[in-house]
Every structure is written in structure tokens, then in C-alpha cells.
């Protein structure tokens, strides 16, 4: 089985600052993919930003230079910097992994269970 796990959420002031954390456990044979997902009340869920496992990354037009994303592979754990908040980027955040599981073939992509990040203004 394979559990992604968020942290970091929270209610921080416009201008703010927060950091997300998501780490992936269980019998994991590796990573590929990874990214971070928002979904505010009444849209659609969204592509906040990706990173390949060779640490490329992608970012929406909303976040790029505000928001970074990173990956520890040793910890199984990818990260969103958060900066400079508005209160538009309130939505839950949901991470995402395409990963292959120990004894399987191919990949399965995974979600976190979200962390609610509310900014006000």
C-alpha cells in the first residue's frame, strides 16, 4: 500500500509566507512525477506545479514566481514554497505522485488526502 501524506496548510495573511510538505510511504519501488494541486470552493481542481524525478519543474501562470516547488528522492518527500500569498491561491492543496510499486510493472498515480490553505487579506 501507498499513503502520500500533507502538512504545511494553514491561514496566513496576504504577503505571507507558507511552506507544504507530502510524503509518500509504503512498498515503493519508485517515483516518478510528483506535484501539488489546488482546488478552491466551486472550481475545478488545478495544476499548481510538477517536477520530473530529475527535477524539472512546471508552473501555472498564477504561481510562477511566487510559488516553488522541490523534491527530496531520499525522503520521498516533495515540496511547495509558498510566497507572497494572495487570497486566491485559498483553495485545499492535494499532492499528486505517479509512483511504481514494489513488485509491479508499471506506475499508478496517488493522491494526498489535502491541507486547506486560506489566506486573507
Known amino acids: 500500500q501507498v499513503q502520500l501524506v500533507e502538512s504545511g496548510g494553514g491561514l496566513v495573511q496576504a504577503g505571507g509566507s507558507l511552506r507544504l510538505s507530502c510524503a509518500a510511504s509504503?512498498?515503493?519501488?519508485?517515483?516518478?512525477?510528483m506535484g501539488w494541486y489546488r482546488q478552491a470552493p466551486g472550481k475545478q481542481r488545478e495544476l499548481v506545479a510538477a517536477?520530473?524525478?530529475?527535477?524539472?519543474?512546471s508552473y501555472a501562470d498564477s504561481v510562477k514566481g511566487r510559488f516553488t516547488i522541490s523534491r527530496d528522492n531520499a525522503k520521498n518527500t516533495v515540496y511547495l514554497q509558498m510566497n507572497r500569498l494572495q487570497p486566491e491561491d485559498t483553495a485545499v492543496y492535494y499532492c499528486?505522485?505517479?509512483?511504481?510499486?514494489?513488485?509491479?510493472?508499471?506506475?499508478?498515480?496517488?493522491w494526498g488526502q489535502g491541507t486547506q490553505v486560506t489566506v486573507s487579506s
Open positions: 499528486n505522485a505517479d509512483i511504481r510499486r514494489i513488485w509491479n510493472t508499471y506506475s499508478t498515480y496517488y
Open positions: 517536477i520530473t524525478s530529475l527535477g524539472s519543474t
Open positions: 509504503g512498498s515503493i519501488f519508485r517515483i516518478n512525477d
